[in-house]
């Protein structure tokens, strides 16, 4: 299930349809966006790991991304997005979605963090650099994926770490996160195209033709035991990092 949508040339309407009418359910843990709340603190932990190596930071450290700019693509209601500013980023959060950035803007005022939220295109956006770059659940949603992967690199500041997370593209992929994790409820209806996922081989061609070297995959996936976790099961979905060649 996606963040958001990320609304230019790459994107179609009817994917930032489909997650605005989610937007005023975003941040309820056992609403539409449930899924997302329980992936998030599997991201979560894979980012501050790639964040304290790629630095050098002290995992005791609490605000290991201070002095750091951070853009969250594809932002939603801003469930990274704030974390990111709690580790000490100054946070920019992107998404397709006008209903989504005015419920991340209330909600982080609530919650006193000074996050900037806008609403429109990536391409759009001033090409400032950010020395983290994330983009979760967001390129299986984008029609032209050449284009949206140049536009990540072309805002990662040189030094800087790129942070994208999607479903694999599998017969595992088809079954359990279309067919069934939509029949049942688990994530709203319409939410995934198959066809638009992409595999890690696919992704690193990607980035490398945008001018960025990607790490290893590592899996997130399900089991009754542990719930969403970090593996070496790259089937359902998994998580990189990239940075400048």
Same mark, same amino acid.
């Given at each position: 299930?996606?963040?958001?949508?990320?609304?230019?040339?790459?994107?179609?309407?009817?994917?930032?349809?489909?997650?605005?009418?989610?937007?005023?359910?975003?941040? !309820? @843990?056992?609403?539409?966006?449930?899924?997302?709340?329980?992936?998030?603190?599997?991201?979560?932990?894979?980012?501050?790991?790639?964040?304290?190596?790629?630095?050098?930071? !002290?995992?005791?450290?609490?605000?290991?991304?201070?002095?750091?700019?951070?853009?969250?693509?594809?932002?939603?209601?801003?469930?990274?997005?704030?974390?990111?500013?709690?580790?000490?980023? &100054? #946070?920019?959060?992107?998404?397709?979605?006008a209903e989504?950035?005015? #419920?991340?803007?209330?909600?982080?005022?609530?919650?006193?963090?000074?996050?900037?939220?806008?609403?429109? =295109?990536?391409?759009?956006?001033?090409?400032?650099?950010?020395?983290?770059?994330?983009?979760? =659940?967001?390129? &299986?949603?984008?029609?032209?994926?050449?284009?949206? #992967?140049?536009?990540?690199?072309?805002?990662?500041?040189?030094?800087?770490?790129?942070?994208?997370?999607?479903?694999?593209?599998?017969?595992?992929?088809?079954?359990?996160?279309?067919?069934?994790?939509?029949?049942v409820g688990?994530? @709203?209806?319409?939410?995934?195209?198959?066809?638009?996922?992409?595999? @890690? =081989? &696919?992704?690193?061609?990607?980035?490398?033709?945008?001018?960025?070297?990607?790490? &290893?995959?590592?899996?997130?996936?399900?089991?009754?035991?542990?719930?969403?976790?970090?593996?070496?099961d790259l089937?359902?979905?998994?998580?990189?990092?990239?940075?400048?060649?």
């Amino acid at each position: 299930m996606g963040d958001a949508t990320v609304a230019n040339v790459t994107i179609r309407p009817e994917e930032a349809a489909h997650f605005a009418a989610l937007a005023k359910d975003w941040w !309820n @843990p056992r609403g539409s966006s449930a899924m997302l709340h329980r992936l998030n603190p599997v991201r979560l932990a894979y980012i501050r790991d790639a964040i304290d190596t790629h630095w050098g930071r !002290n995992a005791d450290d609490p605000r290991p991304l201070s002095g750091k700019r951070a853009l969250d693509v594809g932002c939603g209601a801003g469930l990274l997005a704030e974390p990111l500013a709690r580790l000490g980023a &100054e #946070v920019t959060g992107l998404d397709a979605a006008a209903e989504n950035v005015a #419920v991340a803007a209330t909600h982080a005022a609530g919650a006193g963090l000074a996050i900037t939220y806008r609403h429109g =295109e990536l391409a759009a956006l001033e090409a400032e650099p950010f020395d983290l770059v994330t983009c979760m =659940e967001v390129i &299986e949603h984008v029609a032209d994926k050449p284009a949206f #992967v140049a536009q990540l690199a072309r805002h990662l500041a040189p030094g800087g770490l790129l942070a994208l997370s999607t479903p694999n593209r599998t017969q595992r992929s088809r079954v359990l996160l279309v067919g069934a994790a939509e029949a049942v409820g688990m994530v @709203p209806r319409g939410t995934h195209r198959w066809d638009d996922f992409v595999t @890690p =081989e &696919e992704l690193r061609d990607l980035l490398a033709a945008a001018g960025l070297t990607m790490s &290893e995959p590592q899996g997130i996936a399900f089991s009754p035991a542990k719930g969403l976790h970090l593996s070496d099961d790259l089937a359902l979905n998994y998580i990189v990092t990239a940075r400048r060649q």
